[in-house]
């Protein structure tokens, strides 16, 4: 009997990470099988539906907001340029708020989810000493691009590859890295928890995602501003501390900066920062650009 609850509640647990495990998987496999992703996404994104529908645990505010936005994402999508289009982005940004609505559902596993985030973050640091490693060796990588004449490339930075782990992009690894960051901080009380908020900044550092660490320093100042001081002290420390040891690699890096600045926001001669324009509703309607 002890065995069968045993194997039932690992079986649940299962169910429980199961589209976390297939959004993952679908990541991995992005450069060497592209169909996954996309079906992956899918796959994940109506399980979660159908474990929302079966659990009937949903949170009112949650369920009121997005009710409010329906309307105009509906909006945007009739009045996309395609139908096509509109229906692939509507989807897109409904996807964010299924996660919500399932991390509702499944708010009592997570301790469960805690311990994932932590294998998660662990590994894809092992997965990139590794990369580093290859890189040095110059080996060529199985999440390297290729180009249609076979051509393969990687994200670098001031020289340097732009850590990936297990999930190919640097952006989306630096993001998740970022988030763990701050859950490990608030929510784990174990032991390594230090270790732990090491690897994630490690690993959020070496994607070189400027958004990601620029997102990380604005939530760091609102969760600790009466300690903003300390903070401030620490960074200079650590910046001048990198800068002696890697000057060159640092001026690359700053330049590389400024040049994402320009491209982006100052001048703006980028197809990204005509995005930005169109999203602030300074040339377009912001429904049309949705979409």
């Known amino acids: 009997m002890i065995k069968k609850i045993s194997h039932i509640i690992n079986f649940n647990q299962f169910l429980v990470l199961l589209p976390f495990i297939i959004i993952y998987a679908g990541t991995v496999f992005q450069t060497t099988f592209k169909e996954i992703t996309s079906v992956s996404k899918v796959l994940a994104f109506a399980y979660m539906l159908v474990y929302i529908f079966y659990t009937r645990k949903v949170n009112t505010n949650l369920f009121l907001s997005t009710l409010i936005f329906l309307p105009l994402l509906i909006y945007g999508i009739l009045n996309s340029w395609t139908l096509k289009a509109g229906l692939s982005d509507g989807l897109r940004y409904l996807f964010p708020i299924t996660v919500l609505f399932y991390s ?83 929510f784990y009380h174990g032991r390594f928890k230090k270790v732990f908020l090491g690897i994630t900044l490690f690993m ?26 300390k903070l401030v002290l620490f960074f200079v420390l650590l910046l001048i501390g990198i800068y002696l040891t890697f000057p060159e690699k640092i001026n690359e890096f700053v330049e590389s900066l400024l040049l994402r600045i320009s491209l982006y926001i100052t001048e703006g001669n980028s197809a990204r920062s005509e995005s930005y324009r169109v999203m602030f509703g300074k040339e377009i309607s912001i429904f049309r650009s949705g979409c």
Not at 114 to 138: D, E, H, P, T
Not at 206 to 228: D, P
Request: charged share 10%.
């Open 104 to 186: 509702y559902s499944i708010k009592e596993h997570f301790g469960l989810l805690l311990k994932f985030i932590i294998f998660f973050v662990v590994l894809n640091f092992l997965i990139q000493i590794l990369n580093y490693f290859n890189w040095a060796r110059g080996i060529e990588q199985w999440f390297y691009y290729r180009t249609e004449n076979g051509y393969a490339y990687y994200n670098e930075t001031a020289g340097i590859i732009r850590a990936t782990g297990t999930v190919v992009f640097f952006g989306f690894l630096g993001f998740l890295n970022m988030v763990a960051f701050f859950i490990i901080n608030t």
């Open 204 to 229: 959020l550092l070496a994607s070189v995602s400027f958004k990601a660490f620029g997102a990380f320093l604005i939530v760091l100042l609102l969760y600790n501003y009466k300690r903003i001081y």
